[in-house]
């Protein structure tokens, strides 16, 4: 089974400052998808950004990028120039993809998510 | 499109009351899932549906039962609610091949 851990409980940075929030996974897998969510206090989970472990470049979406490395398990996000409307929990997830047959895990995994704070 | 609709958005249930929480999808996807989010806990599975007329147990699937409709539609139900299952509950379906995930609105469950 996977595991994902965020470390960062809460993090607070001013605004146009820059923030990396970490995450780190355990998987016996070698193809799988990596994401970062975000949930303002709508509660609603948007997709920030998503990474194919198969692809050795880093994703990136306007200001977010990450830093993924595959051998160490380890999937931080950055936020560039941060506004406040960055202000939500963060959450990091891992899943599986389907195999040809329609077998392999179902289910995104998540860590326990980081409250990203925003001062102006 | 409305993508994933859950139904209803919040409710409050006394121990013991039965219901049973909807969710649609027109995105055509196969694979369903309910997760629920507790403080401090992150989003943990509870059943999922990989196709019509299928379903699968998760992390955390006690207290709890599904039902796989059609393709379109998989809903919760709680027949005896505890206050242990106040939460947030989100719908998600997945893409073919199982490589990107989405989301309903949640519903806010209390159980008092």
């Known amino acids: 089974a996977q595991t994902v851990t965020q470390s960062q409980p809460e993090m607070s940075v001013q605004e146009a400052e820059t923030v990396t929030l970490s995450c780190t996974y355990d998987?016996?897998?070698?193809?799988?998808?990596l994401f970062w969510y975000k949930q303002p206090p709508s509660r609603q989970m948007i997709l920030v950004i998503r990474?194919?472990?198969?692809?050795?470049q880093n994703a990136t979406e306007n200001r977010f990028s990450v830093n993924f490395q595959k051998a160490a398990k380890s999937f931080s996000l950055k936020i560039s120039d941060s506004q406040l409307g960055d202000t939500a929990m963060y959450f990091c997830?891992?899943?599986?993809?389907?195999?040809?047959?329609?077998?392999?895990?179902?289910?995104?995994?998540f860590g326990k998510g980081t409250h990203l704070i925003i001062q102006p | 499109n409305a993508g994933v609709t859950q139904t209803p958005k919040f409710q409050v249930l006394k121990t013991g009351q039965s219901m049973t929480l909807q969710c649609a999808q027109d995105?055509?996807?196969?694979?369903m899932y309910w997760y629920r989010q507790d403080p401090g806990m992150g989003l943990r599975l509870i059943y999922y549906?990989?196709?019509?007329?299928?379903?699968d147990k998760g992390e955390v699937p006690n207290g709890y039962n599904v039902s796989r409709l059609n393709k379109r539609e998989f809903s919760l139900r709680l027949e005896s609610a505890a206050p242990s299952q106040t939460s947030v509950y989100f719908c998600?379906?997945?893409?073919?091949?199982?490589?990107?995930?989405?989301f309903g609105q949640g519903t806010r469950l209390t159980v008092v």
């Open positions: 998987t016996s897998e070698n193809n799988y998808y």
């Open positions: 997830a891992f899943m599986n993809p389907r195999d040809n047959s329609g077998g392999g895990a179902d289910g995104l995994t």
């Open positions: 995105m055509n996807h196969n694979s």
């Open positions: 990474q194919e472990a198969y692809k050795q």
């Open positions: 998600a379906t997945s893409t073919q091949g199982n490589t990107e995930a989405f």
């Open positions: 549906s990989a196709s019509e007329g299928t379903t």
